[in-house]
C-alpha cells in the first residue's frame, strides 16, 4: 500500500482528503503544522507527498525542499491561489505538480497517479478469490475475466480489500463512500450497492464468500487476501 504524506492546516479539508485517498487504496499520514511535519518526515517513508502551500508556522515551499532533500519522492501542492507566480516558484522549489482548490477528488487521484507512474511507484494490484484489482488502472477482473463496477461499487470494494481483517461497520461505509462519491447515500442505497457489487464479483451472490455481512455490526472480507 502506497503511502501518502498529507501536509494541510485546514483540518476539515483533510479530513475528506483522508478519506477519499484511504478509499482508493493509500495509507495517508497527516501533518497540520511545517514544524510536526517535519518531525513526521524523519520518522517515516513516504510514497508522495500533497503539501498545502500556506501553513500556520511557514509554508509549503521550505516543506517541499526539505522533502526533496530527505526522501526522492514526489511533491504536489495543494494551492488556495491560482496566480502564475505561486505556481512558478512551486515548480522552481521541486514540486512536480500543483492543483488549486478547489479541486475535483477524480482530478486530484489522476495526478496522484501520473506522480508515482513517474517515479516507478503505482499503487498495488490486489489479488482476492480469484479477483484482481489495479488500483492504477482502476480495472477489475474475476478469473481473468474483466468486471465493469459503477464508480461507487469500484470504491466500495476498495474499502474492503484495503481492511481485510477488519469488521466495517455500515456508518463507516455509508461516511467514506459519501465523503468520497460526493452524492447522498443512505442506508437502503448502501445496501443495494453491496447488492450489485456482490452480484458482480461473487461466484454465488446469495452465498457470498468475499463480502461476509456481520449480523448487526456491518461487513468484512471474507477468507485469505493477497496483494502485490
Not at 494551492?79 to 475535483?104: C, H, Q, W
Not at 477482473?141 to 476498495?158: D, H, I
Request: overall charge negative; hydrophobic content about 40%; charged content about 25%.
Amino acid at each position: 500500500m502506497k503511502r501518502i504524506f498529507l501536509i494541510e492546516d485546514d483540518r476539515e479539508i483533510a479530513r475528506n482528503l483522508g478519506r477519499l485517498l484511504r478509499t482508493e487504496g493509500f495509507a495517508v499520514l497527516h501533518a497540520p503544522t511545517r514544524e510536526e511535519a517535519q518531525v513526521l518526515l524523519l520518522e517515516n517513508q513516504f510514497d508522495l507527498a500533497l503539501v498545502d502551500i500556506s501553513l500556520p508556522d511557514g509554508n509549503g515551499f521550505t516543506v517541499c525542499t526539505q522533502i526533496k532533500e530527505m526522501q526522492d519522492i514526489p511533491v504536489i501542492f495543494l494551492t488556495a491561489s491560482g496566480d502564475e507566480a505561486s505556481v512558478v516558484t512551486g515548480l522552481n522549489m521541486g514540486a512536480d505538480d500543483y492543483i488549486t482548490k478547489p479541486f475535483r477528488p477524480r482530478e486530484l487521484i489522476a495526478r496522484i497517479g501520473s506522480a508515482l507512474r513517474k517515479y516507478g511507484r503505482s499503487p498495488s494490484s490486489f489479488e482476492i478469490h480469484g479477483l484482481s484489482v489495479d488500483t492504477a488502472s482502476g480495472i477489475v477482473r474475476k478469473n481473468g475475466e474483466e468486471v465493469f463496477l459503477s464508480a461507487l461499487e469500484y470504491r466500495l470494494l476498495l474499502i474492503f480489500v484495503n481492511n481485510p481483517r477488519s469488521i466495517i461497520t455500515r456508518d463507516r461505509l455509508l461516511d467514506e463512500v459519501w465523503d468520497a462519491a460526493g452524492e447522498f447515500v443512505n442506508n437502503n442505497t448502501l445496501s443495494v450497492y453491496i447488492k450489485r457489487l456482490r452480484e458482480k464479483i461473487e461466484d454465488d451472490p446469495v452465498n457470498p464468500q468475499m463480502i461476509l455481512t456481520v449480523r448487526g455490526t456491518g461487513y468484512r472480507l471474507g477468507g485469505q487476501d493477497a496483494s502485490k
